[in-house]
């Protein structure tokens, strides 16, 4: 007798229950064999398949497909900007390029000699301003200048590629009588000035600098005595010094001929000394009239008989709204002396300076 396991799909011995599962057998009925033929031996058992998924394990399968794709539409949609939003950057990559040498700072030592002045283009860098602009900023070591007057700009800067071409534009303004490309002073370094130019490509760019001329501020030939005897006071406490009646000084009619300047004087307004400190204020609005685009030095020092004790430089016209008072104050260390000097001169004068500075 044989039996057959539903849930096997197979047939198996005579028996109450599949050995494989449990499950009860289904008896067969074996059919007669025809006469004369022995009965054919039974089927070989097929071998025993995995058993068939229940209908609670395709359920669960198909929830699992359903939650996967819920998952993807909602990691989508994070990942998705808003409209109108900044894309998502992408993690940095690390880069092995190796940066142009001086691609933002380059090292020059071009020197040129003329006339008794030196001139050294020191160094080159290229900065960013407000407006997201790449400028150069360039420093020049000027030596040789009489009497150490400051130098205000230089005459017939070209900044030029190794093509000849114009490596980038400088601005240009009058001081006086005399143009140029305005320098600023570095604080701290005596005889070393700054200029920017416009926008500026890559420092090694450029080639070669044109000169043709140094301006600086006007010989201090004029003078104002002050008479300062009598006690110093030890600090913080001020003495006041009375300028006198010979307190105001006329510049040179030809120190500013392009300005209107028939009216100008400088005028001590105050002075005041300490042991260790001497002040003193020079006014130069009486008679000042500033025409627009156009600027007018004023240098001024004191002096100690031949010793200098300070100097300032400054240039009328400068923000002429803003200022109530255009002149220049003088703050020194000093020690007590019977009178101090104030030296001041108005204008500009050029030095020339016709050479290129190049490697």
Known sequence: MRAWCPRCDAVRPGETACPECGTPLAALEDAAAPAGHPPEPPPPEEPAGPPPRSRRWIALAAATVVVAALAFVAGRSVARPAAGGRPVSAAPTTSTTVPEPGANRRELGWTARAGGVT??????????TEQRETVASISFRVKGVPADQRVLALRGLRLLDSGGGVYAGVEQ????????VPVRPVDDDPGLYR??????????????????GVVAVRARDRTIALDTSGPWPPGPKMRTIDPGQDDAVRPDPGSAQTLETDDLE???TSAFVRDGRAVVVVDASWGFRGVPG????????LRAGDRVLCARTSVLGEDLGQQLVQGVVLSCPARPVPRLTVAVGVGARILPFDATLRP
């Not at 156009?294 to 020092?301: C, I, K, M």
């Open 119 to 128: 001139v050294t283009a020191v160094e080159a860098s290229r900065v960013a």
């Open 173 to 180: 303004r009058q001081f006086s009588s005399e143009g140029g």
């Open 195 to 212: 200029v920017v130019t416009g926008p500026a490509p890559r420092l090694s760019s450029l080639a070669r600098i044109d000169l043709t």
């Open 266 to 268: 400088l005028r001590v």
């Open 294 to 301: 156009q600027y007018l030095p004023l240098g001024a020092e």
